[in-house]
């Protein structure tokens, strides 16, 4: 059973503690407690310098950014897209994450001491709780003459080893206060492990917990969904059944339609072709009838046209035979007058019986006056008038031959034709 409350579970994901971020603080931490800038550091076989530590914008998590002594193995100058984070020269900058740095460790070289294994004195064993212990070999027997030289040299080496002995005895005491507060620190750092872990575990259980609720809920949820969704797909594959029965039954009732609209196309193609055919027949056959109506017509003008002709000439040989009847009649009438006058002047000596004799037909015989020779002659012109009014086709009055009807009929007839 999990330790969680009622308001931790109503409280949102957001604000509760994930190990997740638990566990990159505390990485962090560590991080910041066991590396510097300004540390050296090795990454894959490359040396150099770590000049920023902390999160980025571009990936999260702890990077360290290191200057590498070696200009062109780098990848940048301290700058990721357009973000500087620390300055370098270029191709000597190097992002990686700060778990992976190795810290190099820095030799103490507090004084100058001889090469000789008696005076070496070994710095790692800071741990052993014995002081370093230290032989000092005697001199060799010297003369007489140099023993109170030797004796001060002596002293002044004494000396010197008495404060180097000081020196290391009180650089031993620091290391080990050193140890004592690495030891601490560790212990502390293991402390707080432990209890991160506890946290973690908790919040593992927690989420695991929550998750577990939504992961179940999400569970039933898409069973419902799950559920509608195959009754849909049910609905819709009777659906589809239904449509491809009526779809089916359609395709039936338009080929039949179709085979139907089919045989009324070719029976009404061969009901148009007999219409077409019968109408070429009648067309045909009125053409011919219209042709032989208009070689009818045609031969009629011919014989129209020889008898108006024979027609024309009579009346030309009427005219001409009345010209030479007029032409007659005025020498007749110049002859009578002259024979009148020729008789007047014989018998001017004649008797009065003879006179009276022939007075009755000196009535008759007197020469006609002028308005009635004017008389004459325009009886003469209305006769040649009316004569020449007569048509000789309908062969009646008021109009010539040429403006006849039924020459104007014929013309128009021949224009179509």
Request: glycine share 4%; charged share 30%.
């Amino acid at each position: 059973m999990s330790n969680k409350t009622w308001s931790d579970s109503r409280r949102p994901l957001a604000t509760r503690s994930t190990p997740t971020h638990i566990m990159e603080h505390d990485q962090q931490q560590l991080i910041q407690d066991q590396i510097h800038i300004g540390d050296r550091v090795q990454v894959n076989s490359h040396h150099g310098i770590v000049r920023f530590i902390g999160t980025t914008k571009f990936k999260a998590g702890t990077w360290a950014g290191i200057e590498l002594d070696s200009v062109g193995l780098g990848k940048n100058d301290g700058s990721v897209d357009g973000k500087r984070y620390f300055i370098c020269p270029p191709k000597t900058g190097l992002f990686i994450l700060a778990i992976k740095v190795i810290k190099q460790q820095q030799h103490l070289n507090l004084f100058n001491r001889p090469s000789t294994p008696h005076h070496q004195p070994n710095l790692y064993h800071h741990k052993s709780k014995n002081p370093p212990s230290f032989t000092i070999d005697a001199p060799p027997p010297l003369p007489t003459k140099t023993i109170s030289s030797n004796n001060n040299n002596n002293s002044n080496n004494s000396n010197n080893l008495i404060s180097r002995i000081k020196a290391l005895e009180k650089e031993n005491i620091e290391l080990k206060q050193a140890a004592t507060l690495m030891e601490r620190k560790k212990n502390e750092n293991i402390e707080q492990l432990e209890h991160t872990i506890s946290q973690i575990k908790k919040a593992s259980m927690d989420s695991i917990e929550i998750l577990e609720d939504i992961h179940r809920q999400k569970i039933q949820q898409m069973t419902a969904a799950l559920d509608d969704e195959r009754k849909k797909v049910h609905d819709l594959l009777m659906e589809q059944n239904d449509l491809r029965k009526a779809g089916l039954e359609a395709i039936e009732s338009y080929e039949s339609t179709l085979s139907g609209l089919e045989k009324n196309k070719l029976k009404s193609r061969q009901t148009w072709d007999l219409e077409r055919k019968k109408m070429q027949d009648e067309q045909d056959a009125m053409m011919k009838s219209h042709h032989q109506q208009v070689g009818l017509l045609l031969q009629d003008i011919d014989t129209l046209e020889v008898v108006l002709q024979d027609k024309m000439n009579k009346e030309i040989d009427l005219i001409d035979s009345l010209k030479r009847e007029r032409q007659n009649n005025s020498l007749l009438t110049t002859e009578l007058k002259g024979i009148k006058f020729q008789m007047k002047s014989t018998n001017i000596f004649a008797g009065n019986d003879i006179s009276n004799r022939w007075s009755f037909r000196d009535k008759l015989d007197t020469p006609i006056p002028e308005e009635d020779e004017e008389e004459e002659e325009e009886e003469e012109d209305l006769f040649d008038d009316n004569i020449m009014s007569i048509c000789a086709l309908c062969e009646q009055k008021g109009h010539h031959l040429i403006h006849c009807h039924i020459l104007t009929n014929q013309q128009q007839r021949q224009h179509i034709v």
